[in-house]
Nanobody, 123 residues
Framework: QVQLAESGGGLVQAGGSLRLSCAAS????????MGWFRQAPGKEREFVAT????????YYADSVKGRFTISRDNVKSIMYLQMASLNAEDTAVYYC????????????????WGQGTQVTVSS
């Protein structure tokens, strides 16, 4: 199995940027499709972005398209989420997740999860 650990969260002003990282350990990172999800207080966990094993295929939620960029470094076993033009609606705990097959947008499809990192956007 693979272990995941997010970092990079924090407090940022509206319009600002942050880069989240997800470090993987355990089994070969390149064997997993990866995803970012987020959960705001009182809301269900929602899909943010996903990236294929090679990094060639990426999908984004409509709410973040054009503002967020998902990427991965299979040599370093790290996935990133570059976030720009942040607004209050982006405030949430952000989770990275891994699955052994193709990319997916459903949280139930992912087998492994990190503990999450808090992102707070002040207006």
């Amino acid at each position: 199995q693979v272990q995941l650990a997010e970092s990079g969260g924090g407090l940022v002003q509206a319009g600002g940027s942050l880069r989240l990282s997800c470090a993987a350990s355990g089994r070969t990172f390149s064997r997993y499709s990866m995803g970012w999800f987020r959960q705001a207080p009182g809301k269900e966990r929602e899909f943010v972005a996903t990236i294929s094993m090679s990094g060639a295929t990426r999908y984004y939620a409509d709410s973040v398209k054009g503002r967020f960029t998902i990427s991965r470094d299979n040599v370093k076993s790290i996935m990133y989420l570059q976030m720009a033009s942040l607004n209050a609606e982006d405030t949430a705990v952000y989770y990275c997740a891994a699955r052994t097959f193709s990319t997916a947008t459903s949280a139930q499809s992912y087998e492994y999860w990190g503990q999450g990192t808090q992102v707070t956007v002040s207006s």
